[in-house]
C-alpha cells in the first residue's frame, strides 16, 4: 500500500502568501505591530469559511498585511518547505504575488529575497524549486506591465509568470501584451484559468498568453475540444482537490472530476494552492482525493509521475525523479 501523504512528488499551484499559517500571522503581526482583525489564531481559522473565490481573496489579502520585512518572506517560505519535505515534496514551483505587497510598499527586491534565501536553503538539503511570478488579473494591465519590467533585475531568481487573483470578469486576452513581453525576456508562462471562469478563458491562456500549462482548469471538462487538445498536447493542468471544495468550484471531494481528467487522458497534477486556508498541505489533497475517489496506487503513482513530467524541470532531472518514484511503487 501507497502512503500518498509521502509519495515522492513535485508541487506546481502553490501561493507561498497562501501558506501563512494563523500561528505565524500573529508572531508577524506582533513583530511588525500590525492590528489583525482576529483576536487569536483559532477567530482566523472560524473566519475560514467561504462562499467563493472573492470572498477567500477578501480574507486573504488583509492577512498578507503582517508581511513587511525580508525576514518575514523567509520566515514564511522556510515553514512551508519544511511542510513540503514532510509530504514526500522533491521540487516545488512557488507562485508569489508581488503586486500585493508593492501596495502596502514593500519592494519586489525584499520578497525575492526573503523568498529566495529559504529556497537556496532547501536545495541544500535537495528540494528544488523555481520562483513563478504571478500578475493579478484584477488589477490594471499597466499595473502588471510596470511589475514585469521591475521584474527583469530578478531575472535570475524568478523563473516564470503566472495570472491568479480574481477570475470571472477578467480574460487572459487583457494580459497579452504583458505575456509577450515576458516570454520574450526568457520567462516560461502559465495561466490560472477555467477555475470559475468558462473553458474559453483556458483557450485564451493557451493561444493568446502563451501559457504553458493551466493552473485549475477543472472546467475544461464542459469543452469536449478543448479536452482534445489538452491532451493532444499533453498540457498538464494543476489541480487543487481542497481548493476547489473551499471555494465552492465543486460540492465535494467525491464529486471532484480528477479522475474524470485521468479518464480523459489529461496531465492532471495535484497541489494545494493555499494550503493554510484549505485544510491541508499537497500530500493531504492527494490522500484526500485517493480516499474519495477510491484511487488504487497505480492511480497515485500515476497523479505523482505527472506531477514530476508537469514540472519545468529539464528531463535528466525528471528522469531521476520517476525513477525514484517507481522504486517506491
Ligand atoms: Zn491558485
Redesign the pocket.
Known sequence: MIDPLTLPKAEL?L?IEGTLEPELMFKLARRNGVRLPYPDAEAVRRAYRFSNLQSFLDVYYRACSVLIHERDFYELTAAYLARARDQGVRHVEI?FDPQTHAARGVQLETVVRGIGRALTEARQRGMTSYLIMCFLRDRPVDDAMATLEQALAHRDAIFGVGL?SAEVGHPPEKFRDVFDRAINAGFRAVA?AGEEGPPEYIWQALDVLGAERI??GVRCLEDRSLVQRLGTDRIPLTV?PF?NVKLRVVGSLEEHPLAKMLDHGLCATVNS??PAYFGGYVGDNLAGVAEALRLDDSALVHLARNSFEASFLDDAARARHIAELTAAG
Open positions: 499551484h501561493h507562485f491568479d490560472h493552473d485549475h487543487c481548493s494552492d493555499d
